[in-house]
């Protein structure tokens, strides 16, 4: 018309249900960012039995503290989960830099390995201060997927014809043959370090060091309980390393 438009009826029927659709829209994004927010809800994460004894563990009871309605589902192993596929929210891995699609990867302190021994052993047999010195003791090896990592790699080349009194596919054994006095082993120094039982022989090798990486699967990575948490794990793990160096370990 000359005065302007003016909708048929079909068109104000056809306004009048957009405008609904519009508001159930927004009632819905409102209700999504609401739960976003709420810190509750429970966060599937993975790592390695390593590094699940030294930082997750410790690390949970403090977060439970601060966060109760938030839980954590723990999956230990050493297989690689597929982040980006779903198989868990978030990974704590010793690693080079992560790669693919899905996934957002924050780098932590790097890690390091040497070579350890009980007290009681060095008492008695001494300890080996440089490469050179470890044939002459025995060894506490490494079976199944922990005989791949790189520490126990590089002390068997060092080892040589040394004997092995003991091989173990468990780190949690591993560390008590260790304590009992049976040889000389690999460990991480966040592991090793943590055990007073336990004494590095020696600083640990130039190329016994790896990356760290905390990596969450993009998809929950806004979620606040998620986002909680890995700030959370990030700092205890920062915190952890500080607290490392100023031992002098």
């Not at 976003?36 to 390695?48: A, F, H, I, N, P």
């Not at 044939?135 to 790189?150: F, Q, S, T």
Request: aromatic share 6%.
């Amino acid at each position: 018309r000359r005065t302007g438009l003016a909708p048929t009826p079909a068109g104000a029927l056809a306004a009048e249900s957009a405008e609904r659709i519009e508001r159930e829209a927004q009632a819905l994004a409102q209700a999504l960012e609401a739960r976003q927010r709420t810190l509750s809800g429970s966060v599937r994460l993975t790592t390695s039995e390593s590094l699940a004894a030294r930082f997750i563990s410790p690390c949970l009871r403090a977060f439970r503290q601060k966060h109760p309605d938030v839980t954590i589902e723990l999956l230990v192993t050493d297989e690689r989960l597929d982040l980006a596929r779903g198989d868990a929210d978030v990974a704590l891995r010793a690693s080079s830099n992560p790669q693919g699609a899905g996934i957002v990867a924050r780098r932590r302190p790097d890690n390091y390995w040497t070579i350890y021994c009980s007290q009681g052993y060095a008492a008695e047999r001494g300890a080996p201060r440089r490469r050179e010195d470890i044939p002459k003791h025995d060894i506490v090896g490494m079976e199944g997927r922990m005989a791949k990592l790189e520490g126990w790699l590089w002390l068997a080349e060092a080892a040589g014809d040394a004997p092995i009194r003991c091989r173990s596919n468990s780190l949690t054994n591993l560390i008590s043959t260790l304590k009992a006095g049976l040889g000389l082993g690999a460990l991480p120094t966040i592991i090793g370090d943590a055990e007073p039982d336990l004494m590095r022989c020696f600083a640990p090798p130039a190329e016994l060091r790896t990356q760290m990486w905390l990596i969450v699967r993009e998809e929950v990575k806004t979620y606040a309980h998620v986002r909680a948490f890995t700030d959370f794990l990030a700092d205890y793990i920062r915190a952890a390393n500080v607290a490392a160096e100023q031992d002098g370990r």
